[in-house]
Each structure stands twice: as C-alpha cells, then as structure tokens.
C-alpha cells in the first residue's frame, strides 16, 4: 500500500506525454474513458498542458483532434479541450508560449487556441509570450 502522503502515479497518459512517446499517447488516448480525469497530480496539467510545455508537436497533434470535443466542466474545459485549464487557470497555449515554443503555439492556435484567456496572475498568452522573447509570437 502507497503511503498517503506519498507521491502518486502518473496516468498513463501523462506519463507517455511527458517521455515523448507518441505510439503510447495514442494507445493511453484510446483507453481513457473520462478525460476530464487525466491530469498530473499536483499541478492539474492535461497531457496538452504537458506536450506544449515541451514543444512536443508529435504529441500535440496526437491529441488535438480529440481537442474540439465538447467541453465538460464549469470553466468550460475538458482535460481533451484545446483551452483546458490546470490548478493555475493556465490554458496549454499560455504553457507553449512562457517557454517560447513556436510550433506548439501554432498547433494550438491551429486548433482554436483561445488568446483571451486569463490566468490566476492576469496573464494572458501573448503576455507570456512577450516574457518568453517570443517576438514571432507577439508579432502575428
């Protein structure tokens, strides 16, 4: 038995997400029945969350077209939607553009990516953006 204030397991999901693994995404994707369950534990990323942090596209685009399913929850956001939010009210594309990835900014935008979204600390993307030295971003 896990003690209870030890660490927890990564979905596995989350756990492909965040190797890279995009056969294992796919496979993890497939087998989920509530998405809107799949999150990292303490930070509440989604798998997007995680892949735009990492600049992963492969993984990205892996996941985005399940992204424009209908939203499930109160802020209007699925773990699956494109706009999802984590504990910090942080949207994926916010979590691409505070490190400066261009091409995950892109897939997200690509997908519906909202830009007004508004974080706990009133950021918004394009703030984050500006931040990360993004100028491509900030200048589209």
Known sequence: RRP???PRMDHPLIAAAKRGDVAEVIRARDACGDLGAVRSPNTENTALHIAAATGDVAVLRALLPDAKRPARDVSGASAWHVDARNKNRDTPLMHALAR???DAAAALLAAG???DAVNEARSTPLHLAA????RECVDS
């Open 113 to 115: 990516a909202r830009l």
């Open 131 to 134: 931040s990360s030295g993004a």
């Open 4 to 6: 209870l204030d030890g």
């Open 100 to 102: 400066a990835r261009v």
